[in-house]
């Protein structure tokens, strides 16, 4: 079975060097590295906005009703996104929120501070559908961590997170998005984890922002630029076809 399976890779080894080889030729390289020129650079885009957070914790209690925290935040949010990463782009998202208002069972909370606020991060691969040429689809699931200052304690709290967005590529350099996060975090790695444990938290997120890009700029747009007419132009007189006169 030994000797088969080598005189298989025997026959196969030239054929493995010649595609190798025929790829090489096929790739234009660097004269002064010798690696492969990369055709598609790398860059970085940036969005921001605004934000909503709601978030709940919750503490399991066997011989009453279990205790249910919940807040909603207001902020805004600013990411950075990797284009022409391989093999796979990244998204990283800072939120930062204030608290306005908090219940306790259902019951409101009159908050006893005013400076009360709370960050959120989020690191994630990135995956982009191109379905539509008008509206883009974004899905990062990855990490998910955040922090929040109360009246009685410093939660922190790490987690799974999946972030989806819709993207409408209003003008050639400007994009509006819509945004909504879900996560699941483990709640004890603040400073209530002795005196006041919480067995499960999660929270959700809307956010509406935009983003202008020079490198980025959006092949399609609702409202088309004078280049992008240009081209669009170019084009239908390209697979319009001939006319007599033409012909002659």
Known sequence: ???????????????????????????????????PVIKEKPYLMFDWGAAVNFNTRIKFQE???????????????????????????SITRIAAYYPLAGTFNGVPQISAQVLLYSFDLIFAPLFRLDMWNYIGI?????????????????????????????EFPVFERWTFLLNGVFAVD????????????????????VSIGARYSKKGANKYSYVKSRKQA???????????????????
């Open 1 to 35: 079975m030994k000797k088969k399976f080598l005189l298989l890779c025997l026959i196969l080894l030239p054929m493995f060097a010649l595609f190798a080889q025929n790829s090489a030729e096929d790739e234009e390289l660097d004269p002064v590295t010798g690696f």
């Open 230 to 248: 240009k081209e669009k132009k170019a084009n239908e007189d390209e697979s319009a076809p001939a006319t007599s006169s033409d012909k002659e």
């Open 138 to 166: 974004n899905i990062a699931p990855g990490l998910h961590f955040m922090y929040q200052l109360t009246d009685d304690y410093h939660y922190m709290q790490l987690g799974a997170a999946v972030m989806a967005g819709l």
């Open 63 to 89: 011989h009453r009703s279990n205790f249910v925290m919940q807040d909603t935040m207001v902020g805004a949010y600013f990411t950075m996104e990797t284009v022409n990463i391989k093999p796979l782009d």
């Open 186 to 205: 483990y709640p004890n790695l603040g400073s209530n984890k002795d005196m006041f444990p919480i067995s499960l938290a999660w929270d959700y997120q």
